[in-house]
């Protein structure tokens, strides 16, 4: 069945560009509804939807982050990837990426946990 | 954004217990409601959509109600594995937004 898994770096300094890629096992990124999505938790704490990015290109992100925020998808490598920048220790969380089905959230990685710290 | 609050955000049972998770939303979202389950260290696993729609391998003592504003989870007869943190989420409008959590405890 279709699996997702993060990658990245576990650490990022303050100021810095945190940059994730989420690829798609058995399945492919072009397949059923054509997008996907990053979603974060801050420790101990609650969910919060990044954005949006389709196979097209087209994406939607969460307005709180939308100036930091960009996603995009390589289908090459069946891979889509989402970068932040200007990170401060507020940027500190796990990071899931999830398949996106009319708006509920059906599959998701595993998460990776990325630390805002010099 | 529409907020979405859960209550409570935490509660303690037993074993075979039944208990309710109620999720309100700050304006009508028809039943564009789905709940998540989140064990510790683990990534959320969807439950239920569209309210009260199983997703396919939930076992039947999990179901959901409701629509507009108002919500809920039940869980009848708790067993070990229900002990975890339960999430809803809008899907009505975005951003998709979700409840703070309801962290279910055994006693």
């Known amino acids: 069945q279709v699996q997702l898994q993060e990658s990245g770096p576990g650490l990022v300094k303050p100021s810095q560009t945190l940059s994730l890629t989420c690829t798609v096992y058995g399945g492919s990124v072009t397949s059923g509804a054509y997008y996907w999505s990053w979603i974060r938790q801050h420790p101990g704490k609650g969910l919060e939807w990044i954005g949006y990015?389709?196979?097209?290109?087209?994406?939607f992100y969460n307005p709180s982050l939308k100036s930091r925020v960009t996603m995009s998808v390589d289908t090459s490598q069946n891979q889509f990837s989402l970068n932040l920048t200007s990170v401060t220790a507020a940027d500190t969380a796990v990071y899931y990426c999830?398949?996106?089905?009319?708006?509920?959230?059906?599959?998701w990685g595993r998460g990776t946990l990325v630390t805002v710290s010099s | 954004d529409i907020q979405m609050t859960q209550s409570p955000s935490s509660l303690s049972a037993s074993v075979g217990d039944r208990v309710t998770i109620t999720c309100r939303a700050s304006q009508s979202i028809n039943s564009y409601l789905n709940w998540y389950q989140q064990r510790p260290g683990k990534a959320p696993n969807l439950l239920i959509y569209a309210a009260s729609s199983l997703q396919s391998g939930v076992p039947s003592r999990v179901s959901g109600s409701g629509s507009g504003t108002d919500f809920t989870l039940t869980i009848s007869s708790l067993q070990p594995e229900d002990f975890a943190t339960y999430y809803c989420?809008?899907?009505?409008?975005?951003?998709?937004?979700f409840g703070q959590g309801t962290k279910l405890e055994i006693k």
């Open positions: 989420q809008q899907s009505y409008s975005s951003p998709p937004t």
């Open positions: 990015v389709y196979v097209s290109g087209s994406t």
């Open positions: 999830a398949r996106p089905t009319e708006g509920l959230f059906d599959l």
